[in-house]
């Protein structure tokens, strides 16, 4: 049988490079293509060996021109998808495989993955789709949220029609789509996804052995997954000396859920909680919680100075109307901290065990969730010892997953 090999096509630094450095692992990346390389934090130290094809003067000189064509929101999105694409088959197009007649799989990302796919199935190959969010199901919700608290919206608005046309041609052309969580399986599905395509494959997550260690050009080094093993500190009581500490790290936007969470904050006002939002604010920040005490908001960090956060927290909340999985979670189980969040996302948290699954993403079941941690500050203690990140999101998991796919 001729040998099987990957070619990953990724814009960014997507989920810290996991598919292709789960396909280095199992010997069978072909090659990595990539907008950028080597500088920006796009790089990664397990792909150092690696066959990587990068576009950096290209991509400067698209940067450049589209910033001073005053480019911005999905005319800038779609622009770059764009140019990725035309970047990615004219190289393919001159590609020579490094293992003659070897049987080819092409991995690339949603909303840039078409003209990719066109040219792959030209070749013969399979192809697979790695579906980075819900779809459009999720963008209704985010619509109906930006319709009920429309002073909050900031400046989020829908996507192009030709961008979702794209999106179902991408499908179409996919042998394989990859979902995160069966929360965006149920999603592609009510959007008309074919579900013989679709499985479902949680994010891989490996943590450092050595926190804060960072390579010159890049992330974290990856080693052996390891956990946190210290063990947090809770108090017996919290009160205004000692209150509890909410860390919300990630995009603040309305999709995160963060109305219902200011909601949450405001039926909170007199007990002794402190909320921290780490992250880049994507909508209007009432002035009340702008200016409130026991509310801190920072901007976003470098990916290897938020341990510094989930080290310091009681509990993460993670309040999502959609996602597709949240890497957050598996973040804050690294480092044991309890997590508070809702059903439409990937499921790490184990009601009662590792964290609290909301009923509801709504105000009311967050204070309901903060104050059981408030009164029962060993429950918190009792979550944290059963925090930790479970072999299924290991990257040696997911490259089983990704050569079983294919060679079923």
């Known amino acids: 049988m001729a040998e099987r090999t990957w070619i990953c096509c990724q814009l960014g630094a997507r989920e810290h490079y996991a598919v292709p450095r789960a396909l280095a692992r199992r010997s069978v990346l072909e090659r990595i293509i990539t907008d950028g390389w080597g500088f920006g934090g796009r790089w990664h130290e397990e792909l150092k060996e690696a066959a990587v094809t990068s576009f950096n003067w290209s991509l400067i000189a698209f940067e450049m021109l589209a910033r001073a064509r005053r480019l911005r929101g999905w005319p800038l999105i779609m622009a770059r998808n764009n140019w990725f694409q035309r970047k990615v088959v004219n190289h393919l197009s001159s590609y020579r495989l490094s293992v003659i007649g070897s049987q080819v799989t092409l991995f690339a990302y949603s909303y840039a993955a078409r003209d990719i796919f066109r040219f792959a199935k030209q070749q013969g190959w399979k192809t697979v789709l790695g579906q980075i969010d819900p779809g459009p199901v999720e963008e209704k919700i985010v619509a109906e949220e930006t319709a009920r608290v429309p002073e909050l919206a900031g400046d989020w608005q829908p996507a192009p029609p030709e961008y979702w046309d794209n999106w179902q041609e991408e499908c179409s052309l996919a042998d394989h789509i990859i979902v995160n969580s069966e929360w965006s399986r149920t999603c592609l599905l009510e959007a008309g996804v074919s579900s013989e395509k679709l499985s479902v494959i949680p994010l891989a997550y490996e943590m450092s052995e050595v926190r804060g260690q960072k390579s010159a050009c890049g992330p974290e080094r990856p080693t052996a997954r390891r956990e946190v093993r210290s063990k947090r500190q809770y108090p017996d009581r919290f009160d205004e000396q000692r209150p509890l500490r909410v860390l919300f790290l990630g995009q603040v ?156």
């Open 253 to 408: 936007n309305l999709r995160k859920g963060v109305a219902r969470l200011f909601d949450a904050i405001r039926q909170l006002k007199n007990e002794p909680i402190e909320f921290e939002f780490v992250g880049r604010v994507q909508v209007a920040v009432p002035a009340d919680l702008k200016n409130n005490a026991r509310v801190h908001w920072l901007d976003a960090v470098p990916r290897g100075k938020t341990g510094d956060f989930y080290r310091t927290a009681d509990v993460l909340i993670f309040p999502t109307l959609s996602d597709g999985f949240g890497l957050t979670q598996l973040e804050a189980q690294a480092w044991k901290l309890p997590v508070i969040a809702t059903a439409n996302c990937g499921r790490v948290v184990e009601n009662g065990v590792n964290g609290i699954l909301l009923d509801e993403p709504i105000a009311d079941a967050i204070v309901e969730a903060l104050r059981s941690c408030l009164a029962d500050p060993r429950q918190l203690a009792a979550f944290s010892a059963a925090s930790r990140v479970e072999d299924r999101f290991s990257l040696d998991s997911l490259a089983q997953t990704l050569l079983s796919l294919v060679n079923a």
